[in-house]
């Protein structure tokens, strides 16, 4: 194996370490976060329902723990092939073609998602101008004023979950450019990843 090839799987398998470390992190987050809203939801229906007396936060915190149970349970779904995908092309094709096109198109999915690093980083702050409508600190618990929080830690969840999203891609690349280059090399499949987390 010469020099390019070891260099490319020494950077491939820290990225993959590095990967495996976060979004192990990041998926304990998300059973958090949709525990939490299971329990916010039922509640609101508690409340309003049988208590004719509807809560004004619920709704708005089952918001904030939905977006950010997206954000850090998407990148381990890119990365296991969980997102739909139309394979019919690449499938047909010789394995080394269909390795070029999906390179190219992780490519092209790289600089979206950049340009949507770029947007969420900007929409966060308008995020700190505005004032959650109904999610307090609950300060008044050690005799303080409760204080509304700000949007921006609601909209922090898009750049986060983009942010793991591009760290996933750019390991999809490396898996893509090691196998073009030594089509017998097993860089690593969706199922070794699975269980490496478990």
Do not use: C
């Not at 969840?157 to 898996?175: A, K």
Request: hydrophobic residues 60%; aromatic residues 10%.
């Amino acid at each position: 194996m010469n020099f390019t090839i070891k260099s490319l799987l020494l950077i491939f398998k820290i990225l993959e370490n590095i990967n495996t470390f976060i979004l192990r992190i990041g998926r304990q987050l998300a059973w958090i976060a949709i525990l939490l809203m299971v329990i916010v939801i039922i509640i609101q229906v508690f409340f309003r329902y049988v208590l004719n007396n509807a809560l004004p936060w619920p709704d708005e915190a089952a918001r904030f723990l939905m977006l950010w149970m997206t954000g850090l349970i998407a990148p381990s779904a890119y990365r296991w092939g969980g997102f739909v995908s139309i394979d019919m092309i690449i499938s047909s094709m010789p394995k080394v073609a269909g390795n070029i096109l999906t390179l190219l198109l992780l490519i092209l999915s790289l600089f979206i998602l950049i340009v949507g690093l770029k947007l969420g980083l900007q929409h966060i702050k308008v995020g700190w101008i505005f004032n959650s409508s109904s999610i307090k600190i609950p300060l008044f618990l050690i005799g303080e004023q409760s204080k509304p929080i700000k949007l921006a830690w609601m909209y922090m969840s898009l750049p986060v979950g983009i942010f793991m999203l591009i760290l996933v891609n750019i390991e999809l690349i490396f898996i893509r450019i090691l196998s073009i280059i030594n089509p017998n090399l097993d860089a690593g499949s969706d199922e070794d990843q699975r269980k490496l987390e478990a």
